[in-house]
């Protein structure tokens, strides 16, 4: 009977693959020992006899091994593997077996023991399957699930095949642009190994690939230490012309259907840190936890430095008890150094390269140990060993946090004062995020919460005027307009940014208010006195622009009149002709 499991019944030659939205919704829901349930609208039956562990249940194509009994309505065993003492596997959904059992096992959990009763419909049908099996016999089968291995078709192509023989750690998969180890074993159709890593493994950037198109693709499916067995397609493999023996692997021969058995051993994870990728990160060991450094963080790290041609210019940290300290976001290291620091754990240990524009830029820089050529590209090697982190507002008390607001807006004040114009705004918003929600606030708190939130927001919009940034100019002054709808700051800063986005009309609303509140404003009437010039100057290129239009139409006209006149002045050939005759006449 086993080799009968082994073909699609010729009844149910449709795709096995689907087993209908029927299926699905009827076998859902849980099911008590001894309970018998159908399953899907086709009179399949499954009676509980012990149930599985966990949740998981087999999908289609995976390989499944099951114990099985069956019995015809009378009884009659027409066949065991359990007397055999040999598991049966095959494929479920791909039409291996009765439609009966790719429904029905498909319901299963690994160890759960049940008894299906199956229509001939789902089974074999009016031919049944002599001798053993009558024509519309109904048959019925123990069924124990013993285990299965995942099958997945990774391109949905079925170009590769992947079996998990062991299961991963972890939910994680490997990135194109992380760096990955790996053991395989490749061999051809005929049992021949064309391919072999070494005992440690190869490491590779999943990007660049190693071997043949199927390696990178199936390793950004798998976790750590999951190991697989690929069933590989030309088209994945060595292509339809096979390949000569090359560094990593024998001979192989046109159109070889490749099996290779694969372990993830590995990998580092490699991070664009800056959205230009000119900060990149690879993680050389996980760090703990979830926590990571945020602005204004005292991080304690130990680090080398180096260039790429590998010369150590500066080592930090690494003295007894003499961790380098510094604060995040305060320039006290490099910026491609204190960017990548803030994206790290506690114990975190990373190779950080960092492109000139966020390391010493185009000057010659003498370091602790070597100095650093102009435009010199730096690789880091970073361990972040602890950190304390700069208190949020949510672990604040109200008087914390109207301290902590007014100590980051002179902090912003300093930096404006020397030109750090982005630092300047990154201390306002932080300040404004502080006392962002003062519903809980005294009245006396709200006041001066109040007054904090309209200096934060001028000084930022200050900064972002500086920056040319006149979109959030705008909208930090509208901010403050919400709170003080008289406040002339804000209405000059305001008609500041719309003057050089050329929204001259709200500029000339902004400045007009303003001088009505504070008619002898300096600033703003030099302010007006721009905006007339501006709307001078725009009014002349209006001018010019729809006087050229108007010209270039004139002449069009013009020509087009011309063109016009001479085709009516013109004569007809027989005309001319005519005339000729005429003038030879009189003659």
């Known amino acids: 009977m086993a080799e009968d499991f082994d073909l699609p019944n010729p009844a149910d030659e449709e795709d096995m693959g689907d087993l209908g939205e029927d299926f699905q919704a009827t076998s859902a829901g849980p099911q008590k020992e001894g309970e018998e349930k159908e399953i899907g609208k086709e009179g399949l039956k499954k009676k509980l006899i ?4 966990g949740w998981e249940t087999p999908d289609s194509g995976d390989e499944v091994k099951v114990h099985y009994t069956g019995t015809l309505e009378d009884g009659t065993k027409f066949d065991s593997s359990r007397d055999r003492g040999d598991p049966f596997t095959f494929k479920l959904g791909q039409g291996q077996v009765i439609k009966g059992w790719d429904e029905g096992i498909a319901t299963m959990k690994k160890g759960e023991h049940a008894i299906f009763t199956i229509p001939s419909d789902l089974a074999y049908g009016k031919a049944g399957s002599p001798p053993t099996i009558p024509p519309n016999a109904t048959l019925t089968f123990d069924v124990e699930l013993l285990s299965w291995a995942s099958v997945k078709d990774i391109c949905k192509d079925g170009g590769i095949y992947k079996k998990i023989l062991t299961e991963g750690q972890n939910w994680e998969n490997p990135k194109d642009a992380d760096e990955v180890t ?12 064309v391919a072999k890593s070494p005992e440690e493994g190869v490491e590779f950037y ?3 690939g190693h071997l043949c198109p199927a390696i990178s693709k199936a390793v950004k499916t798998m976790k750590k230490g999951e190991k697989v067995l690929l069933t590989v397609k030309p088209q994945y493999g060595f292509g339809e012309e096979g390949s000569e023996a090359k560094e990593h692997h024998a001979v192989v021969p046109p159109n070889s259907i490749l099996s290779i058995e694969m372990e993830l051993v590995s990998w580092k994870t490699v991070d664009n840190i800056t959205d230009d990728k000119k900060v990149v990160k690879k993680v050389l060991k996980a760090g703990e936890g979830y926590e990571k450094p945020n602005d204004g963080t005292i991080a304690r790290i130990k680090y080398t430095a180096r260039l790429e041609d590998g010369t150590v210019f500066e080592q930090k940290g690494y003295e007894a008890d003499q961790l380098f300290e510094f604060v995040t976001d305060e320039e006290q290291v490099i910026l491609g150094l204190d960017k990548a620091v803030g994206t790290m754990k506690k114990g975190e240990l990373a190779l950080i390269t960092v492109s000139p524009e966020y390391g010493f830029g185009g ?4 370091q602790e140990l070597a100095v650093v050529p102009p ?12 950190f304390t982190k700069d208190k949020e507002s949510w672990d604040m008390d109200t008087p914390e946090k109207l301290e902590a607001a007014a100590k980051k807006k002179e902090d912003g004040n300093v930096l404006y004062k020397i030109g750090k ?3 300047a705004a990154k201390k306002y ?9 003062d519903t809980s606030f005294s009245d006396e708190q709200k006041k001066q919460s109040k007054t904090l939130k309209v200096s934060c927001h001028l000084n930022n919009a200050a900064c972002k005027l500086k920056l040319k940034d006149y979109s959030e100019t705008v909208k930090l002054c509208t901010k403050v307009l919400d709170l003080e709808s008289q406040n002339v700051k804000a209405l000059y800063r305001r008609a500041q940014a719309y003057i050089e986005t050329a929204d001259l009309d709200l500029a000339e609303l902004d400045i007009k208010r303003a001088l009505e ?11 007006y006195k721009t905006l007339k010039q501006k709307q001078i100057e725009y009014n002349k290129k209006e001018a010019k622009m729809y006087g050229n239009m108007f010209a270039r139409l004139s002449k069009l006209e013009a020509e087009k009149s011309q063109a016009e006149k001479m085709d009516v002045d013109k004569p007809s050939d027989g005309k001319a002709a005519a005339e000729g005759m005429a003038v030879e006449a009189n003659a």
């Open 50 to 53: 012990k149930a599985g562990t």
């Open 375 to 386: 435009n010199s590209t730096l690789i880091y090697e970073v361990e972040l060993v602890s």
């Open 429 to 437: 918003e932080k300040a404004a995020k502080y006392i962002e929600y």
């Open 363 to 366: 000057e010659e820089v003498k």
């Open 182 to 193: 790996v053991k395989y074993e490749a061999k051809i159709e005929d049992g021949t190994v």
């Open 421 to 423: 114009y982005v630092r």
């Open 206 to 208: 999943v990007k660049d």
């Open 517 to 527: 509140i504070d008619p002898q404003n300096r600033e703003v009437k030099l302010a």
